[in-house]
Structure formats: structure tokens, C-alpha cells
């Protein structure tokens, strides 16, 4: 064992811990990103986002257009700016048309949020720090987003860099406070290209509350440069706005108004243009926050409700330093606060407050008297979500999760069977299947238009749904025979 402790890397994360304990858990969460990185192209894109937004990536190498995101050959996508999109585009052009390399800026923009919070909890302890990374890497939101082809990881990183230099200009050193200052300004930038206007109220409400609660406007405020700040974010953000509506007339009017009031406010809102509105009731983003934060939602509770252990260090870690703690409960409960009064939501809406929960369970974690038992918690909840993340794929094949929701599979079927000329038709075409055919596969739109196909002088394949097969017509059905089963995909060849 002493042989096994003086190995360098092992002395390295020691030292970087601070103890053998917090090596440890620091050693299982590298060991859990890293598993999470070998796994990104081991399961196919499902359908609806993820093919989604890779197969608009996909179509912005295709076109070499770096202005519009476009939705189908026809259709701009106008609902959301281009971030994530050039991220996974640019990493489709390097390491080719695949879901690894859709999934893995995803996994970079994890890794620098993991990194930014890192370097504010160390600022406390090294044991802080390394408790802050174990919370955030093991909450099964961000595990699943650091890797999945969405927009929400690029909004987080944004809301991240912003909070974290709106703190340190006004707590941090004055070298840190003239760089910082500027770096609150770049991510909001950031987060406008990313999702757009609701990254400024992801930021600008938990800090303006809490400067004004904390009765320190006259202290931290004044530490900002707000009329050349702004003028930077308009500066990185607005020439793309500009470009993008000169480009498709249109685009400010549905995303400002649609994506951003209607989308939210307006009852049974019917104008969106690339899918349908969620209809929830109102404060179940709550409840998808306990969700997306297991297994620590359901680990950490009953150590404050039932403990005395647990009620003491909370109470200690806010009197230890309040506003710092009051700030992280502010910048964690941002979305959910925010979301709380819409209907239209998703899951991911709470990702960008899990970095500023992470921090604050630290420093109430990091003041628990018994360290063992807190460590030996940690480990056990990194090592089960470790097991999750090694077993998904696994359960993803096995399960039909896969084969039910990407049309990967029928799509490499038809490419080892085809003959020159015989195309792929889709009814209703998935972004899957236009992503894995490198946009080859057609659309005919209705039976109709699959009959049109079949008269053709060339033969063709053919996918189908279950309902789609159980729609056809007696005559159209008796042209196509069946070569294989993929789930709820059929692939059939033309007679």
C-alpha cells in the first residue's frame, strides 16, 4: 500500500486534493468523465434533439454556411442561436460525421464548467473544491447533458463564466477584479449565441437580487464597467442577430417574440415551428429540479431534516460566510425560480443553476463533522452513477431504446444492401435518418407520395413505422416486401 500511495500520479492527486480522502473521491470523478467520454459513440442519436441538432450541424459543414442553421433543406431553424451548433459542427469536420464526434464539445463544455467551479471551490479548500466536482459530475442532469447534442450545456458554460466573474469582481483580488469584470460581459455574450435573451435573466436575476438583499449595491456595482461591458456583449453577440435576420427575414420576430413570450406565456400557443408545446403544470420545474439533481436530492435531504449533525453544519456553513452561501442558493435556484410560473418546459431548464448547487452543497458537506462517513457517501453515489454510465449503452441495445428512437440501424442495413440509383424514402423522415444517411434519405410525405416513388423506373427501399405499415394500402403494401426489423423501424425493399 505505501509502494501504491508513492506512485507519482498518485502523490500528484494528493496534492492536488489535499488529503488521501479527497484523492480518492477525486480519483472516482475523473474516472466517471472519463468512462462518460469513452461511452459518447457507443448508443446512436435519438430522435427528436439530439439527431436534431447534430443533423443541423451536419448541414452546416455540408453548406459551409456559418449564418443560418437550417432545420431541412428548405427550412432555417430559427429556434435557437448557433453556439452549440458550431461547436459540433466543427468537431464533425475534424473527426468526421459520427455521434462521437457530435457528443464530444459537449463533453469539453462539462469539463470547463467542472473546471470553473473547481477554481472557485478551492478558493475555500481543496477538500471544497473536490466535494463541488464530486456533486456536479454525479448529478444525473449534467452527467447526461456532458455528452448529449443540446444547447443546454453551451448555456450553462456561459451562465457559469458570467457568475463566477460577477463574484470575483467583487470579492476577488484586484489583478483577478480587472479580468474579471470583462469575463462577466464575455459570457453573457456567450449565453445570447447560445440560447439567446434568457441568458441575460439567468444572470442578471440572481445577481441583481442578490446585491440589492445583500446591501451591497453601492460596493459591488460601481466594480463594473456596465456601458463598455454591454457594448462588448452587443460587440460578440449582435453582428450573428443582424446576419442571421438579413439572411431569412423573420428570424427576430418568431425567436424574440415566439421562442421567448409565447413559447412560455401564451396558453396552447400554436406557432411553434419545430415541434409541439409541453404543457405541464405550473411549478413542475421543481419537481424536474429533484429529479435532475439524483442521486443527491435524495441522499442529502434527510442528512439536514434528520440529522443533528446535518442541521449544525448547515447552519455553520452559512453563518462561516453568508453571502457567499446566500449568492450560490441564489445563482442554484435561478430556472426554477424563473421557470416556475411556465408551462412549456424540458428537463434541461435547470442545468445552468446545478454548478452554483454543487458549490453550496460543498461548502455544507466540507464542514460535516464526520468526514469518513461523508466521504464513504460520496464514493459509493459517484461509483453507482459510474456503474449507470458504464451499463446505459449496454441497456440502451438490449432494451430497443436505440432501435425505438434513432433510425441508425435501418439506415446502415440500407447502405450495405443498395445499388447504384436505389434511394431510402421515409414517410415522415427522422433527423436520424437524415444524419446517418449524410442527408440522402427522402421524405415522400404520405402514401400518395410513396406510390409516386414505387412507379419510378428505379427500385428503392423503403422504412416504415409500425402505424405507417398498418395505413397501407392494400395494393401499395403487396409492392414492397419486408428485409428486416429495427424496433419501430421496418426496413422493405420494392418487388
Request: contains cysteine; charged residues 20%.
Amino acid at each position: 500500500m505505501d509502494q501504491f500511495r508513492q506512485l507519482q500520479p498518485i502523490r500528484r492527486l494528493t496534492a492536488l486534493a489535499g488529503s488521501e480522502a479527497a484523492a480518492r473521491l477525486l480519483a472516482f470523478v475523473l474516472l466517471l468523465a472519463l468512462v462518460r467520454l469513452l461511452t459518447l459513440g457507443s448508443y446512436p442519436l435519438m430522435d427528436t434533439t439530439e439527431a436534431r441538432y447534430a443533423e443541423i450541424s451536419r448541414v452546416m459543414v455540408e453548406r459551409n454556411d456559418w449564418i443560418t442553421p437550417w432545420n431541412d433543406a428548405t427550412t432555417p431553424f430559427w429556434g435557437k442561436p448557433p453556439l452549440a451548433f458550431w461547436v459540433t459542427a466543427l468537431s464533425l469536420r475534424l473527426f468526421g460525421i459520427n455521434e462521437f464526434a457530435a457528443r464530444l464539445p459537449h463533453w469539453f463544455m462539462g469539463l470547463a464548467i467542472a473546471w470553473l467551479i473547481w477554481s472557485l471551490g478551492v478558493r475555500r479548500s481543496r477538500r471544497e473544491g473536490v466535494i463541488s466536482l464530486a456533486l456536479l459530475w454525479g448529478s444525473l442532469m449534467f452527467l447526461a447533458s456532458a455528452g448529449s447534442v443540446m444547447t443546454d450545456m453551451a448555456l450553462s458554460l456561459a451562465i457559469t463564466i458570467s457568475m463566477r466573474a460577477f463574484w470575483l469582481t467583487a470579492y476577488g483580488k484586484e489583478k483577478e477584479r480587472r479580468r474579471e469584470r470583462w469575463l462577466f460581459f464575455v459570457g453573457l455574450a456567450l449565453g445570447l449565441l447560445a440560447k439567446g435573451p434568457i441568458a441575460l435573466v439567468l444572470v442578471l436575476l440572481p445577481t441583481g437580487l442578490w446585491t440589492i438583499l445583500s446591501g451591497q449595491t453601492g460596493l459591488i456595482l460601481p466594480r463594473f464597467p456596465w456601458l463598455r461591458g454591454l457594448l462588448l456583449t452587443l460587440l460578440i453577440a449582435l453582428p450573428w442577430y443582424l446576419l442571421a435576420e438579413q439572411r431569412t427575414p423573420g428570424f427576430l420576430d418568431y425567436f424574440l417574440l415566439g421562442e421567448h413570450w409565447h413559447r412560455f406565456v401564451t396558453p396552447g400557443w400554436d406557432g411553434d415551428r419545430y415541434g409541439v408545446a409541453h404543457k405541464y403544470p405550473r411549478g413542475t420545474i421543481w419537481l424536474f429540479l429533484l429529479v435532475d439533481v439524483l442521486p443527491w436530492s435524495l441522499l442529502l435531504p434527510p442528512m439536514v431534516l434528520l440529522t443533528r449533525r446535518g442541521r449544525r453544519a448547515m447552519k455553520e456553513s452559512f453563518a462561516f460566510d453568508p453571502p457567499w452561501r446566500s449568492y450560490l442558493l441564489f445563482w442554484g435556484l435561478a430556472p426554477a425560480v424563473f421557470f416556475s410560473f411556465a408551462g412549456n418546459i424540458l428537463w434541461p431548464y435547470v442545468l445552468p443553476g446545478i454548478p452554483g448547487l454543487a458549490l453550496l452543497g460543498a461548502s455544507w458537506l466540507d464542514r460535516w463533522p464526520a468526514r469518513a462517513g461523508i466521504d464513504r457517501l460520496l464514493i459509493g453515489a459517484i461509483a453507482f452513477m459510474l456503474l449507470l454510465t458504464l451499463a446505459f449503452p449496454f441497456v440502451c441495445h438490449r432494451a430497443a431504446i436505440a432501435t425505438n428512437n434513432s433510425a441508425k440501424a435501418a439506415v446502415e442495413s440500407y447502405l450495405s444492401l443498395r445499388r447504384q440509383g436505389e434511394a431510402l424514402l421515409f414517410i415522415k423522415r427522422p433527423y436520424s435518418a437524415s444524419f446517418y444517411s449524410l442527408g440522402s434519405a427522402e421524405q415522400v410525405g404520405d402514401a400518395e407520395g410513396l406510390q409516386r416513388r414505387l412507379d419510378g423506373s428505379s427500385r428503392d427501399f423503403i422504412v416504415l413505422q409500425r402505424r405507417q405499415i398498418d395505413a397501407l394500402p392494400p395494393a401499395l403494401s403487396g409492392r414492397i416486401e419486408m428485409v428486416r426489423s429495427f424496433g419501430r423501424y421496418t426496413l422493405f425493399a420494392e418487388k
